[in-house]
């Protein structure tokens, strides 16, 4: 069975450009950029290349960027590493309620250690307003954390106008564009961001690589000490391969971007008037302002985790927010922040395109998914409303546990 | 992460749908958990005059496991005596399914209890109605 992979926002495949590049750099120029020799030389002139890739791509300097292990690391010392420098200036940070888990868990770290952590919250679509921000910043407020866009439901954030009142109330702004670079436009100078954080693995790029882009004057403390590499912000012989592969990717993205997201917003938006053909169906997001390959819905009186496992017998990844996949079995917090309740989460399904995604990719789940949800809401004692029998029932099973 | 026996129930599964005018019905779980459960039976009565479930039928709404744990029990259940449905417990279903993952253990617990909620409003209609016959 040919297999169609729809869950782009969880990792993408390495562009053969990409290998093709990353290579060398396993076997034959593999030196230490540390080292003075010709060996180590080439390795570092290979990792300032990638640089300058980076950093072109969001319009930064190369002496910007940071490489990391991920994207995790990347928001880890962006949060941690800002909060620990900066605490005599105060220890309120606010944080939006859809962050990636990277950027909730660094702040729930520091929240623990003497840091206090208040929550911004998004409307219906997953946007955090201006006036939101506005109001929630303190005197001692030295970090406000916004995504650039939603992995879950794509939605991309006003950065430049967030960026703006946080910088007027002289408060720091980093970014998590994990899931949004080389797939839309960044452009770090426009947006105003302080602080914005990179994965190669969501652009084509191998995995185990990321990138910090720290803005000039932006002091942060390092997470990891030893050696002193990247300008003592993160010790560690770099990841040579993994670098000039994300330098590469960064470069194929900067020329491609553009049509790419032409092309896959046309494929999104025929996939999202299809699905939404299928009854008692919404559509969760933005209808327009979200990343180019993202579609998210969520379809009522039925379980996501079957519904996984269904289109994955018919050979098709994509991903829910269902509790039930997950391993602490709650549901998405970005779909409950933006007012699902906890039953509508259950239903939902991510479906994100990509580079390699075509329309017949598109046609074989819109072929499969109509099928299936009938199938399980066949099943489903829920027809019409989750209410349909509450009434004179006697729910048992009120102390049932998720142990 | 699912055994065999678990999936085939799962994707095939028994006396699923929704039973008009059932002798008892159990309703379990609660849709903001994830898992709801409803288990219609019938009873009748075997040569020997005994209680026994003679059909059963479920509706789920729920993971794999709940709707493998809910095919699984009316299997178990179908035929049994009240007394001998009863004692189903939820290790019997995970059993019988070849086994849960751990964090999915609560689904079996779930569909013995949904057995047993039908049990027990079958009990208590009967009740009900011996009361009414006799007032």
């Known amino acids: 069975m040919e297999r169609v992979y729809l869950d782009y926002a969880s990792t993408t495949p390495v562009d053969g450009r990409v290998v093709e590049a990353m290579l060398p750099y396993f076997t034959e120029r593999y030196g230490n950029p540390t080292s003075f020799y010709s060996f180590g030389q080439e390795a570092k002139q290979a990792v300032e290349e990638a640089r300058a890739k980076v950093a072109e791509l969001i319009n930064a300097s190369p002496e910007e960027i940071i490489f990391t292990s991920g994207g995790t690391e990347a928001c880890n010392l962006a949060i941690k590493g800002f909060a620990l420098k900066n605490k005599k200036r105060g220890k309120h940070i606010l944080v939006s309620k859809i962050e990636h888990f990277a950027v909730l868990e660094a702040c729930r770290w520091l929240a623990e250690r003497g840091f206090e952590v208040s929550y911004l919250d998004v409307d219906e679509y997953g946007f955090v307003s201006p006036e939101t921000l506005e109001g929630a910043i303190r005197e001692d407020t030295i970090l406000a954390i916004v995504n650039h866009a939603n992995n879950e439901i794509g939605t991309i954030e006003p950065i430049a106008e967030l960026a703006e009142v946080a910088q007027d109330r002289g408060v720091a702004f980093f970014s998590d564009a994990c899931i949004s670079n080389g797939s839309v436009e960044i452009d770090v100078a426009r947006l105003g961001v302080d602080l914005l954080a990179l994965s190669a693995h969501k652009m084509y790029g191998p995995k185990g690589v990321g990138a910090l882009y720290v803005a000039k004057g932006t002091r942060l403390e390092a997470l990891l000490h030893g050696g002193g590499q990247e300008r003592k912000l993160r010790s560690g012989t770099e990841n040579v391969p993994g670098i000039v592969g994300f330098g590469r990717a960064a470069e194929i993205a900067k020329k491609e971007m553009r049509s790419e997201a032409k092309r896959l917003r046309k494929l999104r938006d025929e996939l999202i008037r299809e699905v939404l053909r299928i009854p008692r169906t919404r559509l969760n997001g933005h209808p327009e302002k979200r990343l180019p390959g993202n579609a998210n819905f969520a379809f009522a009186f039925i379980e996501g985790e079957g519904l996984i496992l269904e289109l994955d017998f018919e050979g098709i990844s994509a991903s829910t927010g269902s509790a039930c996949s997950s391993p602490t079995l709650e549901p998405s917090h970005v779909l409950t922040a933006i007012g699902l309740s906890h039953a509508e989460a259950h239903g939902s399904l991510r479906v994100t395109l990509g580079r390699f995604s075509t329309r017949e990719d598109v046609k074989r789940l819109l072929e499969v998914l109509p099928r299936v949800v009938k199938r399980l809401r066949d099943i489903s004692p829920f027809k019409e409303s989750f209410e349909d029998y509450v009434e004179g029932t006697e729910w048992k099973g009120g102390e049932h546990r998720h142990v | ?135």
């Open chain 2, 1 to 135: 992460m699912y055994s065999k026996i678990l999936i085939d129930h799962f994707r095939n599964p028994r006396n699923m749908g929704r039973m008009e005018n059932p002798d008892g019905v159990g309703k379990v779980g609660n849709p903001a958990c994830g898992d709801v459960m409803y288990i219609y039976i019938k009873v009748g009565k075997n040569d020997r005059g005994e209680e026994i479930i003679e059909d059963i039928k479920f509706e789920t709404f729920g993971c794999a496991a709940a709707i493998g744990t809910s095919s699984m029990v009316t299997e178990l259940a179908k035929g049994k005596t009240l007394e001998e449905a009863e004692k189903i417990s939820k290790d019997d279903v995970a059993e019988a399914v070849g086994g849960l993952p751990p964090i999915k253990m609560h689904c079996s617990l779930l569909a013995s209890d949904g057995l047993k909620a039908a049990i027990a409003d079958y009990r208590k209609k009967k009740a009900g109605k011996g009361d009414a016959a006799e007032g």
